[in-house]
């Protein structure tokens, strides 16, 4: 995004835990024009009408309030600005097991309980338009995880499953043969993700 504003454009990131703003501003500190700010999507630390192009990626599904954070971003952009949005959809997320009822389990453990917004995908467009923003194109992807240490990674498999048994979710035993089976063969998991490219 540096490299794309040129010499007279400013890139702004904003975050409110200061351990990823510290590493933000590390990663950022050789790049010209590029501005870490401390702040709550809620309430983004930007003046009205001065954002010529925005992007929000995996972040909706974690706020309080995503219509309250896409506010804030109509807020921010000026008209004629674009908008790249880009969630996922937790109710897609497939893991191949051959306990295919623990892996639904787990699917409805994650979309009930870890994700605060796990079907913000779906509802992505309808969001961005009603929040006044005029959706340009919707498209479905689906990443796909055929690397177990990879999948456990990103999907927090081992963690959400863990804490799963803690909260009485699924039967010990069960999601810890489920677990250990994933590792052992073949691995397949997926979910679908939904960009939505919008304009002010």
Not at 21 to 26: D, G, M, P, T, Y
Not at 41 to 51: D, F, I, R, S
Not at 84 to 110: G, I, K, Q
Request: glycine share 8%; hydrophobic share 40%; net charge negative.
């Amino acid at each position: 995004m540096a490299a794309r504003v040129g010499a007279n454009g400013t890139v702004i990131g904003v975050d409110r835990d200061h351990a990823m703003l510290s590493e933000a501003r590390r990663r950022t500190s050789n790049l010209p024009g590029v501005e870490i700010r401390e702040g709550d999507a809620h309430a983004l630390p930007v003046e009205p009408g001065t954002v010529d192009r925005a992007k929000i990626d995996r972040v909706l599904m974690h706020v309080a309030e995503p219509a309250s954070v896409l506010a804030q971003l109509h807020l921010a952009t000026r008209q004629g600005a674009r908008v790249a949005l880009a969630e996922p959809d937790w109710d897609t997320l497939a893991v191949d097991a051959e306990d295919l009822d623990t892996s639904r389990a787990f699917t409805r453990y994650t979309t009930s309980e870890v994700v605060r917004h796990a079907t913000i995908g779906r509802s992505l467009a309808r969001h961005a338009e009603q929040t006044g923003f005029v959706v340009e194109t919707v498209r479905a992807t689906t990443p796909v995880f055929l690397d177990f240490q990879d999948a456990d990674r990103t999907l927090g498999l081992g963690r959400n499953m863990q804490q799963a048994i803690q909260d009485g979710h699924i039967d010990e035993a069960r999601g810890r043969r489920w677990f250990a089976s994933l590792s052992e063969g073949p691995f397949f998991a997926s979910f679908t993700l939904v960009t939505v490219i919008c304009s002010h």
